[in-house]
Antibody, heavy 120, light 108 residues
Framework: QVQLQESGPGLVKSSETLSLTCALS?????????WGWIRQPPGKGLEWIGT???????YYNPSLKSRITISVDTSKNQFSLKLTSVTAADTATYYC?????????????WGQGILVTVSS | DIQMTQSPSILSASVGDRVTITCRAS??????LAWYQQKPGKAPKLLIY???SLESGVPSRFSGSGSGTEFTLTISSLQPDDFATYYC??????????FGGGTRVEIK
């Protein structure tokens, strides 16, 4: 059974960098599929942040592209998100997820999510 | 960008009701559409992909239809476990995946 678990600080200061990691179990990231990050501000809808392939190829939401880096670490079986210059608008629950079921960019396995609050 | 618009934003219904949620795309996405269910404090759960294909393990009371720009998610007989928020997602453009704003199904 594929399981994903987000980790990282729950509180980040404004203008600093948000760093999160998603650890996989039950599946080797090197075996394929795409891996992504999605966020959800409190009480609001879902926003795709970006996607990384196991080879390291990345696809970013254009609205965030200048501030994000998503990378994969096959040796640790995990992938990571860095979001720079955060503001209060980046306060959200951040989810990591697997994409690629049936060959489509849909999210079939999700982490439980981690709430990140940006403080001033 | 492909914008996804869901309606209604809130739907009040009773157990046993037939419920329909609509999702409209700002341009044609063929059948590249998925539906998710999200309960409070939980991650979304994939229900339907390719507009009408039921994900394994999802009850058959859930069904999806549509193509092009208009899609529907139908729950044939609403169960207590179905009170949740539902999101559509287009994947016609993998370079910019977008979700609808969500439809909250609440108890009438």
């Amino acid at each position: 059974q594929v399981q994903l678990q987000e980790s990282g600080p729950g509180l980040v200061k404004s203008s600093e960098t948000l760093s999160l990691t998603c650890a996989l179990s039950g599946y080797s990231i090197s075996s394929g599929y795409y891996w992504g990050w999605i966020r959800q501000p409190p009480g609001k809808g879902l926003e795709w942040i970006g996607t990384v392939y196991h080879t390291g190829d990345t696809y970013y939401n254009p609205s965030l592209k200048s501030r994000i880096t998503i990378s994969v670490d096959t040796s640790k079986n995990q992938f990571s998100l860095k979001l720079t210059s955060v503001t209060a608008a980046d306060t959200a629950t951040y989810y990591c997820a697997r994409l690629g079921a049936y060959g489509f960019h849909i999210f079939d396995y999700w982490g439980q999510g981690i709430l990140v609050t940006v403080s001033s | 960008d492909i914008q996804m618009t869901q309606s209604p934003s809130i739907l009040s219904a009773s157990v046993g009701d037939r419920v329909t949620i609509t999702c409209r795309a700002s341009q044609s996405i063929s059948t590249w559409l998925a539906w998710y269910q999200q309960k409070p404090g939980k991650a979304p759960k994939l229900l339907i992909y390719k507009a009408s294909s039921l994900e394994s393990g999802v009850p058959s009371r859930f069904s999806g239809s549509g193509s092009g720009t208009e899609f529907t998610l139908t729950i044939s007989s609403l169960q207590p476990d179905d009170f949740a928020t539902y999101y559509c997602q287009q994947y016609d453009s993998y370079l910019l995946l977008t979700f609808g704003g969500g439809t909250r199904v609440e108890i009438k």
